[in-house]
Nanobody
């Protein structure tokens, strides 16, 4: 069983930056970030392979967000730049239970964090 703990959310203004962190209690395979806005379904934001390669992004965040990981610390990061009000959501970190599976599909993620709120004011 792997536990995930997110941190780094907060209230910022449009154009600001935030860095989310997700610390895992053990080694993980692919890891991803998903977000859920009020009244909306949870959706894919970004993901990265266990090796640190194959970073993928949702079209809405491509060029603004960067996912990275430090396997020595069992931690994955999401650098969020040029934030927009539409980025407001609860952001969840997730870890896959097996290697080489679909990084964008939530069904392949076995472990989930508790979520961290990101609010972007205009």
């Amino acid at each position: 069983q792997v536990q995930l703990v997110e941190s780094g959310g907060g209230l910022v203004q449009a154009g600001d930056s935030l860095r989310l962190s997700c610390a895992a209690s053990g080694r993980t395979y692919g890891m991803g970030w998903f977000c859920q806005a009020p009244g909306m379904e949870r959706e894919f934001v970004a993901a990265i392979r266990g090796s640190g390669g194959d970073a993928l992004y949702a079209d809405s965040v491509e060029g603004r967000f960067t996912i990275s990981r430090d396997n020595a610390k069992n931690t994955v990061y999401l650098q969020m730049n040029n934030l927009k009000p539409e980025d407001t959501a609860v952001y969840y970190c997730a870890a896959q239970g097996a290697p080489w599976t679909d990084l964008k599909n939530q069904a392949w993620y076995k472990y989930w964090g508790q979520g961290t709120q990101v609010t972007v004011s205009s």
